[in-house]
């Protein structure tokens, strides 16, 4: 079974505008979260969608925000983008909402200049 | 909210000997506690987890325990090896409930041939 895919891998981007990231979740798999990890604050939650449904959300500023679709696949767009926004950004999928065994994908390295 | 607290930030061993690295949390309602091992440019991988209900969870080499009244987990890897090298996370959360799951700051294993 294929594992999280998340596009694109890398990513540079200059301060002020957006981005979009994709991901495609473990076939089978509803529910998407992703993630933002920083050498400064770590793994930080950012928003679960499940059933095209965002279920639960971290504390983010409305720069980010995601989708999904009726395939599962997800989507997160940060606009505006700050110097700060740089980061690991992961994705995890997992079967239900709310369930914490998630599997996440390789992540894609977003560096704002 | 949840806090977890992860130690320690770098853990050096011998290959074969044991490695123990210790969480705390804070938050009573927190019922599932996975261990992630994240290796350099890939995704955090789930290797082991423990619910509230269970004391002790094995599985080869690695083991976790739990002591809820204390608050704290924790994760065993015995006979270490070169490949075991890598940042481990874990992190506590209400499986199920509204809380975010919240990640520890991560070891850093390093095993030494």
């Known amino acids: 079974k294929a594992g999280v895919t998340q596009t694109p891998r890398y990513l540079i981007k200059t301060r002020g505008q957006q981005v979009t990231l994709s991901c495609s979740p473990i076939s089978g798999h509803r529910s998407v979260s992703w993630y933002q990890q920083t050498p400064g604050q770590g793994l930080q939650f950012l928003f679960e969608?499940?059933?095209?449904?965002?279920?639960n959300k971290g504390n983010f500023p409305g720069r980010f925000s995601g989708r999904q679709f009726s395939n599962s696949r997800s989507e997160m767009n940060v606009s505006t983008l700050e110097l700060g926004d740089s980061a690991l950004y992961l994705c995890?999928?997992?079967?239900?909402?709310?369930?914490?065994?998630?599997?996440f994908g390789p992540g894609t390295r977003l560096t704002v200049t | 909210g949840e806090n977890v607290e992860q130690h320690p930030s770098t853990l050096s061993v011998q290959e074969g000997d044991s490695a123990v690295i210790k969480c705390t949390y804070s938050d009573s309602a927190s019922n599932y506690f996975p261990w992630y091992k994240q290796e350099l440019g890939k995704g955090p991988q789930l290797i082991i987890d423990i619910r509230s209900n269970v004391g002790e969870k094995k599985d080869q080499r690695i083991a976790v325990t739990l002591n809820k009244t204390a608050k704290h987990f924790s994760l065993h890897i015995t006979e270490t090896q070169p490949e075991d090298s890598a940042v481990y996370f874990c992190?506590?959360?209400?499986?199920?409930?509204?809380?975010?799951?919240?990640f520890g700051r991560g070891t850093s294993l390093i095993v030494h041939p």
């Open positions: 992190a506590a959360g209400e499986e199920g409930g509204s809380y975010i799951p919240t």
């Open positions: 969608y499940f059933s095209e449904t965002q279920r």
């Open positions: 995890a999928s997992s079967l239900r909402a709310r369930q914490y065994e998630q599997y």
